[in-house]
Nanobody
Framework: QVRLVESGGGSVQAGESLRLSCVAS????????MGWYRQAPGKQRELVATITSSGSTNYVDSVKGRFTISRDNPKKTVYLQMNSLKPEDTAVYYC???????????????WGQGTQVTVSS
């Protein structure tokens, strides 16, 4: 019903930047919160940043001042601009989107397939 396609991951050196994108498609009636999560090897998935439909943002402390989340509502896209990357940012990054679709009474969360970000020192 909702497909999320992420892009923009890759391998970079510490201090460099990457921009992740996540595009939602399908029979979408509305989108609420959008966010980025990450999971490093051997660790639990953690919230990185979220953005509400009105544009309010929230970040995990470790990325504040370095990462910026934004969204383009007409394009149904959420972005994560990552600057000053550190080796500890290495993880698979997943987008999550809260969406309601045609024929469903309630919305729910949808997850992307993940994109690898590797930062070397």
């Amino acid at each position: 019903q909702v497909r999320l396609v992420e892009s923009g991951g890759g391998s970079v050196q510490a201090g460099e930047s990457l921009r992740l994108s996540c595009v939602a498609s399908g029979s979408i009636v509305g989108i609420s919160a959008m966010g980025w999560y990450r999971q490093a090897p051997g660790k639990q998935r953690e919230l990185v940043a979220t953005i509400t439909s009105s544009g309010s943002t929230n970040y995990v402390d470790s990325v504040k001042g370095r990462f910026t989340i934004s969204r383009d509502n007409p394009k149904k896209t959420v972005y994560l601009q990552m600057n000053s990357l550190k080796p500890e940012d290495t993880a698979v990054y997943y987008c999550k989107v809260g969406a309601s679709v045609v024929g469903m009474l309630y919305g729910r969360d949808y997850w992307g397939q993940g994109t690898q970000v590797t930062v070397s020192s």
